[in-house]
């Protein structure tokens, strides 16, 4: 009660792991020696390799809405047709990056909580012929809604469009398959599942992608692509890198090879069905049923509750962090996170925070029936995988 510790739950920034955490004190590197370009060389193979495609990874020194940017600026031309695919707050950001590089958006929106289905983004393409590229969110961090990402691709491979997909809470939560389904800009960020700090975005391009780049017109000094390409090759970023990530990334990538991406995927899946049933097992509703994401659970705030009563219930009596909502959803839903380095020891923490919390404002709740939703879970999965011997 009153020693308190800190415990971050959002979908970004996610918790260090500590093993990276403990790597960049060892920062203290020039990043034009042979000590960083062993090492950068080795952060771009790893990447490749926890991304699982055969096209060019690179860092960038930004959040991810920088690597957003950079994949407009350098792969499309002045007054482009674009289909962008807006439910939440970050599709928003596709469409209001695309207007500021001089784009022609056409904007697929649906309301937050719901998704833009793939039928409708095949029924753009085939009214608008002229798009260059389509652009979405493979997990809206803002709803807790994932985009049918693979069934979308089906429909642009064969488009002149490039699909470019903000994945910057999608990878490490949902598989995505880059070279498979044709994914030709795919955008990741360091604290979120990479289990960093902020400060570094990845995309990688694909061929398609980077023919784009010989004929954009576009304005963009630092976020140039392919004068970081080059410098890549050469095992160099283009500018000043943040070393002290670079090591850290580099930690981090190592303890993602050893776990295995697909077990990474398997554990943010796995907390965010024990958070669904944990939360609609005590009464509350989610805010998208349909198609949930492994990142992040969007929960409504019971009826005549503001949902910032439950974030500030958190924060002050257990030093715990979550979201609120974004947007027009602030106040109406609360958030928790899945993706990285999350267990189901914070899980079981969390439920039963929230069991307390919705008590002590006139929701009642029988101390238990979250976390014991979130138990089974957890029991079922961890007895079939001893049953298979894993």
């Avoid at 390799?49 to 860092?59: F, I, R």
């Avoid at 707050?89 to 937050?112: N, Q, S, T």
């Avoid at 974030?311 to 928790?336: D, S």
């Amino acid at each position: 009660m009153h020693i308190k510790k800190q415990r971050l739950l959002t979908p970004g920034p996610t918790p260090l792991l500590p093993r990276a955490l403990h790597a960049m004190m060892a920062s203290d590197i020039h990043h034009r020696t042979q000590d960083f370009q062993r090492l950068y060389r080795q952060v771009l193979a790893d990447l490749k390799e926890v991304y699982a495609t055969t096209n060019e990874v690179l860092p960038l020194v930004s959040s991810g809405s920088g690597a957003m940017e950079a994949a407009v600026s350098n792969l499309f031309r002045r007054g482009d047709k674009v289909i962008v695919c807006s439910a939440g707050k970050f599709g928003e950001r596709w469409a209001a990056i695309a207007k500021a590089f001089w784009l022609d958006p056409v904007v697929l929106e649906a309301p937050y909580g719901d998704v833009v289905t793939p039928d409708r983004v095949a029924a753009a393409l085939k009214a608008n012929p002229d798009a260059r590229g389509v652009f979405v969110q493979a997990s809206e961090t803002s709803t807790g809604a994932a985009h049918d990402v693979r069934a979308m691709a089906e429909a642009i491979r064969t488009t002149d469009a490039i699909f470019v997909i903000d994945a910057i809470t999608g990878l490490g939560t949902m598989p995505l398959d880059i070279d498979g389904w044709g994914l030709d800009v795919v955008i990741g960020g360091s604290q979120k599942a990479f289990m960093i700090p902020p400060g570094l975005a990845f995309l990688s391009v694909s061929p398609k992608a980077w023919e784009r780049a010989k004929t954009s017109d576009l304005p963009h000094f630092y976020f140039d692509l392919k004068k970081e390409l080059k410098s890549a090759q050469s095992g160099e970023s283009s500018w000043t890198p943040a070393v002290s990530l670079i090591i850290s990334l580099g930690e981090a990538l190592k303890y993602i090879k050893e776990l295995g991406m697909d077990k990474l995927i398997e554990n943010a899946q796995l907390l965010a069905a024990a958070a669904r049933a944990a939360v609609t097992g005590i009464g509350l509703d989610l805010f998208c049923p349909h198609s949930p994401a492994a990142s992040v659970t969007a929960v409504k705030a019971p009826k005549g509750m503001d949902s910032g009563v439950i974030v500030k219930g958190f924060r002050n009596h257990f030093g715990m962090i979550i979201a609120n909502g974004q947007g027009t959803m602030k106040g109406q839903i609360f958030r928790i996170a899945h993706l990285g380095y999350f267990d189901f020891a914070d899980l079981f923490s969390v439920i039963g925070a929230l069991e307390i919390i919705l008590n002590a404002n006139d929701f009642p709740v029988k101390y238990g029936t979250g976390v014991a939703a979130a138990q089974n879970i957890y029991a079922g999965a961890a007895l079939a995988r001893e049953a298979v011997g894993a």
